[in-house]
C-alpha cells in the first residue's frame, strides 16, 4: 500500500505503473474519494467536538440553558447520523481502491504485457552434452524408485506425490545445504508458522484484495476453526503459506526498529502449500508444480533508502547463484516485465535453471523489492537518525526451493543407465551417504 500523500503528488506516474502492470484501478476516483473522505472526517471530528463542548456546557446550564443546548445537541446528533454513515461509506470505498494501487517500478524495468517479455540478463554454466537423449525426472524417478506420483495422487490427490529413499534424502540434503549457505552470509535462521491469520497474507499482498479470494488467490484456506485462550471458537480465518515470507515479515508487524537494527536478515524454512488454481493444465506431471514442497527463503528489512535497498537485492540474488554455481547447474537470470509483476513490486529478478529432461529451462525462484508497499501494511517501522518514524524497505528472495532444483539436479547429472551422480558439494548433506542413487 502506497502513502495516499504520495499517490496525490505521482497520479500520472501511478496511472502509467496500473496500466503497464495490468492492474484495473482507477486513480481519479481515488484521489476523488480521498478529498471526499478528508472533507467528511473534518466535518465529522468538529460535530463531536461539538456535541462533547455540549455536553460540558449542560452540567453548569440553567434550566432555560439546558432546553436550548438539548435542543443544539439533537441538531448535531442528527448532522452525525446523517454524515457517519456516509463516512463509512466512503472509506470502505477509498480502502477497496487503495489496496489495488501499485507501487511504481524502477525505470530500467522492462515494460511488457507477460512473462513473454521478461528480459534475460545473462546465462551462466555449461549445459551438459549428452551421449544418449536425457531422461526426464518422472522416467527417472519412477526407475530409481525414489519418488511415487501414482501413490501421491492416490493419498492426497492431483499433484500428490511421494518422496522416498534418496529421493527423501534428496531433498534434505538441498535444504541443509541451502541454510548452510545462509548461516555464512549471517542471515538469521528461523522456522515461521505456516498455519496464519489472514492478515499476515494481506499485509504481504497474497491476497488479491482486501479479502481471501477463492478463485484467484492460490492459498489454502483452513475449513475447521480453532479456539482462543478464553476458550471460545475463533472468529479469525486461518491460512497456510505458500512461502515462508508472509510469516517472516509479519513477524515485523506493529514494531517500530531503531536504525541501528538494520538491515535484519532473515531465512526460513518452511513447508509450503499452493493451490495452484491459475494452473490448471499446466505441467500435470511430475514435480515441476505441485501443491506441497518445502523452500528455504531469504527476507532482508532495511531502512527507506532505495540505492541500498537496491544492493541488498543483488546481494540477495547472488547469494542463490552461489549455491546453483556450486551445484554446478546451468542458470540464468530474468529481468522480470511489469506486466508478471504484482502490484507491490518495484524490481523483480528471476532465475531459471536447465532441465535437459523437459528440455526447457524453469523457474527456480524469484528475488522483490517492495519498497515500503508490504510494511505500510503490516505497520513495520523503524526510528530514523533524526528521530522520525518512517515505514522499512521489505525485499525478499528464494534461496532455494525443493522440487525443482530436485527435477534439475536429477536431469543433469543423470547417466545413461538411469542413475543418478549425487553433485560433490552436495554430498557431505546427504544422511546416509550416497553418492550415486542406482536403482534398488
Avoid at 47 to 55: A, E, P, Q, V
Avoid at 123 to 140: A, I, M, N, W
Avoid at 333 to 350: E, N
Wanted: hydrophobic share 40%; aromatic share 8%; with cysteine.
Amino acid at each position: 500500500m502506497l502513502d495516499i500523500k504520495y499517490i496525490r503528488e505521482n497520479t500520472e506516474a501511478i496511472k502509467e505503473a496500473a496500466k503497464n502492470k495490468n492492474i484495473d484501478v482507477d486513480i481519479d476516483a481515488l484521489v476523488a474519494l480521498d478529498k471526499e473522505r478528508r472533507e467528511l472526517i473534518q466535518e465529522v471530528e468538529s460535530l463531536k467536538s461539538i456535541k462533547n463542548d455540549l455536553n460540558d456546557m449542560i452540567k453548569s446550564a440553567s434550566d432555560e440553558e439546558r432546553a436550548a443546548i438539548i435542543e443544539k445537541g439533537k441538531d448535531v446528533k442528527l448532522k452525525l447520523e446523517t454524515k457517519e454513515p456516509l463516512l463509512k461509506d466512503v472509506i470502505e470505498r477509498f480502502d477497496a481502491l487503495m489496496v489495488r494501487v501499485p507501487t511504481v517500478p524502477a525505470a530500467d524495468v522492462p515494460v511488457g504485457a507477460s512473462e513473454e517479455e521478461n528480459v534475460v540478463v545473462y546465462e551462466k554454466g555449461d549445459r551438459k552434452e549428452f551421449s544418449f537423449t536425457p531422461r526426464s525426472h518422472v522416467e527417472l524417478a519412477e526407475m530409481l524408485d525414489i519418488i511415487d506420483f501414482k501413490k501421491g495422487a492416490d493419498i492426497s490427490g492431483y499433484r500428490g506425490y511421494y518422496l522416498k529413499g534418496a529421493g527423501a534424502e534428496l531433498q534434505m540434503a538441498l535444504m541443509q545445504m541451502a541454510l548452510a549457505k545462509m548461516a555464512t552470509k549471517g542471515f538469521e535462521f528461523m522456522i515461521p508458522p505456516t498455519l496464519v491469520k489472514g492478515r499476515a497474507l494481506f499485509g504481504t499482498g497474497y491476497f488479491s484484495g482486501q479479502e481471501y479470494d477463492e478463485s484467484v488467490d492460490e492459498i489454502y484456506q483452513v475449513a475447521s476453526s480453532d479456539k482462543e485462550v478464553s476458550g471460545e471458537k475463533s472468529k479469525e480465518k486461518k491460512f497456510l503459506v505458500g512461502t515462508a515470507e508472509p510469516s517472516l515479515l509479519a513477524y515485523y508487524s506493529d514494531r517500530i526498529l531503531d536504525h541501528t537494527e538494520l538491515p535484519q536478515k532473515v531465512c526460513g524454512f518452511s513447508q509450503c502449500y499452493r493451490s495452484e488454481i491459475g494452473s490448471h493444465g499446466k505441467d500435470t506431471t511430475g514435480l515441476y508444480r505441485v501443491h506441497e514442497f518445502m523452500k528455504v527463503e531469504q527476507v532482508v528489512i532495511a531502512a527507506a533508502d532505495l540505492d541500498a535497498s537496491e544492493k541488498l537485492q543483488e546481494e540477495m540474488v547472488s547469494i542463490s547463484e552461489e549455491i546453483l554455481v556450486d551445484l554446478g547447474l546451468p542458470y540464468r537470470k530474468l529481468a522480470i516485465c511489469t506486466g508478471d509483476m504484482s502490484a507491490g513490486k518495484y524490481r523483480m529478478f528471476d532465475l531459471e535453471v536447465w532441465m535437459p529432461g523437459l528440455e526447457r529451462w524453469g523457474e527456480l525462484g524469484s528475488a522483490s523489492n517492495f519498497m515500503d508497499w508490504q510494511s505500510r501494511r503490516l505497520k513495520a517501522r523503524y526510528r530514523d537518525e533524526d528521530g522520525e518514524v518512517k515505514p522499512v524497505y521489505m525485499l525478499n528472495n528464494t534461496v532455494l526451493p525443493s522440487p525443482r532444483a530436485i527435477i534439475s539436479i536429477i536431469e543433469n547429472y543423470q547417466n545413461e543407465d538411469g542413475s543418478i551422480t549425487i553433485p560433490t558439494a552436495l554430498q557431505p548433506f546427504m544422511v546416509a551417504g550416497t553418492t550415486v542413487i542406482t536403482p534398488r
